[in-house]
């Protein structure tokens, strides 16, 4: 999740407690957890819910044909529907099970359900078939942070590392784990590498600005969140209209 500079910058007056909430945001990300109330549910309500419950049946796409069950998984996801798209994918590889790009999809839609231990799964399967690629390793990495394994997340953009040691995006994960470990000096360094290798990568500064700020140096953080609102507007006005945010 990225933290939205506008909710800090006016004056920069924010105490050391709220810098550690926006760190907390920044690793753990917004209520994926949120506990639910148990609610008595009557045996009628239940039977009728089953009674709404709708199969999900792929259509028939060939016995054969990954390529065509995995592009109806991108085509479907597009339109929200996450059930029907993991069954496409699952299709995709048992058909194909070295498509690596199925697992990965696979990977990044249980992410964004916040379902962690089917997106490591799965990113562990993309990394077993071709762990030549470094987007496989940072993308298990990413899940291992968010499943609060960040020994194991740490590994996992070393590998990628190794395989593209100018990956800013792998720096900036890094910063991030180590943030999270409380490795405050260590983050700066990793964010101040990943800006080095791509100074046009705006997340880097947004994370750079609340370790800043969690460090007590407000000044380098005010700085910090100005580059971040530049390269983020620079970015967005590259994009389609309508993909911008």
Known sequence: MKIIYELIHPSLRINKLFAFILLVLLTYGCGNEESTPVTDISEGTVKEEEKEKVVLTLPDLGNSDAESYYNFGIDIIKKGDFDLAVLAWNKAVEIDPTMVKAYNYMGRAYYTQGMMEEAITAYKKAVEI?????DVHINLGIAFRYNGMIDEAIEEYNKAL???PFSAIAFDEIGNALAKQEKYNEAIQAYKQAITF???YPEPHNHLGVVYLLKGRSKEASAAFKSF???KAAKNAKLPKGMQH
């Open 130 to 134: 071709d762990p030549t690629h470094p």
């Open 229 to 231: 609102e530049k390269l």
């Open 198 to 200: 791509n100074p046009e």
């Open 162 to 164: 190794e395989i593209n």
